[in-house]
Antibody
Framework: EVQLLESGGGLVQPGGSLRLSCAAS????????MSWVRQAPGKGLEWVSS????????YYADSVKGRFTISRDNSKNTLYLQMNSLRAEDSAVYYC??????????????WGQGTLVTVSS | DIQMTQSPSSLSASVGDRVTITCRAS??????LAWYQQKPGKVPKLLIY???TLQSGVPSRFSGSGSGTDFTLTISSLQPEDVATYYC?????????FGQGTKVEIK
């Protein structure tokens, strides 16, 4: 069974940085695009970022463009999200999700349990 | 950017009822449309992709239809375990926007 385990969340001050990680297992990681989706408390789902299986193509929501960087290490089966210049509105549970195919133009068929990011002074 | 609008925002129906949720895209997305179910306190789960293809393991009472700008998720006979919020998502290109969600409750 596909497993996705996020880590790295926590409390950070406005303007600070965090790096989220997502350890993947039980599938050939490099064959699939991966994504980050967030959900603020009591709110809906917001797509954040995606990248292709090779990591060569990356995509961002306008709300995070220029502040967040998605990356992957296929040798470690791990997805990352570097988050800089954090704002209160970035507070959310961040989910790592596997795309159905190599391209990020695929639905998200497996999701991690999420990691909570709280931006507050 | 393409906006995804779901309706209704919430609904209450009886067990056994047929339930329909609609999702409208502000521009065409061909069939790059997925539906997800999120039960209270749980992780989202893929129900349908490519507008009408049922994800493996999803009960057959769930179905999807549509193409272009107008899409529908139908639950043919609502069950207590279907209490959840349902989201559509377009994924043809960035931003891969979700609808605002439809909360389904049992009457």
């Amino acid at each position: 069974e596909v497993q996705l385990l996020e880590s790295g969340g926590g409390l950070v001050q406005p303007g600070g940085s965090l790096r989220l990680s997502c350890a993947a297992s039980e599938f050939t990681f490099s064959n699939y695009a991966m994504s980050w989706v967030r959900q603020a408390p009591g709110k809906g789902l917001e797509w954040v970022s995606s990248l292709s299986g090779s990591g060569g193509s990356t995509y961002y929501a306008d709300s995070v463009k220029g502040r967040f960087t998605i990356s992957r290490d296929n040798s470690k089966n791990t997805l990352y999200l570097q988050m800089n210049s954090l704002r209160a509105e970035d507070s959310a549970v961040y989910y790592c999700a596997k795309n159905r195919g190599y391209s990020s133009s695929e639905a998200l068929d497996y999701w991690g349990q999420g990691t909570l990011v709280t931006v507050s002074s | 950017d393409i906006q995804m609008t779901q309706s209704p925002s919430s609904l209450s129906a009886s067990v056994g009822d047929r339930v329909t949720i609609t999702c409208r895209a502000s521009q065409g997305v061909t069939n790059y449309l997925a539906w997800y179910q999120q039960k209270p306190g749980k992780v989202p789960k893929l129900l349908i992709y490519a507008a009408s293809t049922l994800q493996s393991g999803v009960p057959s009472r769930f179905s999807g239809s549509g193409s272009g700008t107008d899409f529908t998720l139908t639950i043919s006979s609502l069950q207590p375990e279907d209490v959840a919020t349902y989201y559509c998502q377009k994924y043809n290109s960035a931003p891969r926007t979700f609808g605002q969600g439809t909360k389904v409750e049992i009457k």
